[in-house]
């Protein structure tokens, strides 16, 4: 899901991590499934999955150049100060980074 969500080639390792601590801080809590397959997979919660892009970057193979950030996500990495959201900027509070607001 960091590559289908933040694996454009220009997009920062730390911008991975950010994505893979919301993963693993949602994991982590109560209000979420208790792996990260459970929570990747929850039904209306990461667009690349409905839209296909996460199947599809898993059958290519296009997505290794973001293991550094899941590695770092799982050794408790985390930069987004317990961040369990993200999405496009629309005026909702939390940390702005680009246009994706995380919360």
Not at 7 to 32: A, E, I
Not at 62 to 72: D, G
Not at 74 to 85: E, I, P, Q, V, W
């Amino acid at each position: 899901i960091i590559n289908a969500e933040a694996g454009c080639s220009w997009m920062p390792d730390w911008v991975q991590r950010m994505v893979g601590s919301v993963v693993l801080n949602r994991v982590k809590s109560s209000s979420f499934p208790n792996s990260i397959s459970g929570v990747v997979y929850q039904s209306g919660q990461f667009s690349p999955v409905a839209n296909g892009a996460l199947a599809r970057a898993l059958a290519n193979g296009n997505y290794r150049h973001c293991t550094s950030a899941a590695q770092a996500a799982l050794a408790g990495s985390d930069n987004t100060g317990g961040a369990k959201f993200f999405h496009r900027v629309n005026g909702a509070a939390g940390l702005v980074i680009g246009n994706h607001v995380f919360y």
